[in-house]
């Protein structure tokens, strides 16, 4: 089972832009799919992307298309969340998630494996 860690959040200006990262630990790493899921102060956790273990197959909420990118690096057992012309309404801690059996999951219960977050602050 692989471990996950992300960073890259910060605080950014509306409009701006920024890069999560997720390492993940473990040589199994391109056998699982990845979702980003984001969890705002009073909010339930909600999907943002997924990508399936190959990164030929991808999948964005509504609410993010057009606007972020997900992609994996499988050398580098890390997947990335480019995040362009952010809004305030994006503001929430930020989780990096694996789901095993090279399936590309929407749902946070297919998800077996969670980093701990990393914040992402957009100020108006």
């Known amino acids: 089972q692989v471990q996950l860690v992300e960073s890259g959040g910060g605080l950014v200006q509306a409009g701006g832009s920024l890069r999560l990262s997720c390492v993940a630990s473990?040589?199994?790493?391109?056998?699982?799919?990845m979702g980003w899921f984001r969890q705002a102060p009073g909010k339930e956790r909600e999907f943002v992307a997924g990508?399936?273990?190959?990164?030929?197959?991808?999948r964005y909420d509504d609410s993010v298309k057009g606007r972020f990118t997900i992609s994996r690096d499988n050398a580098k057992n890390t997947v990335y969340l480019r995040m362009n012309s952010l809004k305030p309404e994006d503001t929430a801690v930020y989780y990096c998630?694996?789901?095993?059996?090279?399936?590309?999951?929407?749902?946070?219960?297919?998800?077996?494996?969670w980093g701990q977050g990393t914040q992402v602050t957009v100020s108006s």
């Open positions: 998630a694996a789901v095993g059996g090279l399936r590309l999951g929407v749902s946070a219960v297919e998800y077996d494996v």
């Open positions: 473990g040589r199994t790493f391109s056998t699982y799919g």
């Open positions: 990508i399936n273990w190959s990164g030929d197959a991808t």
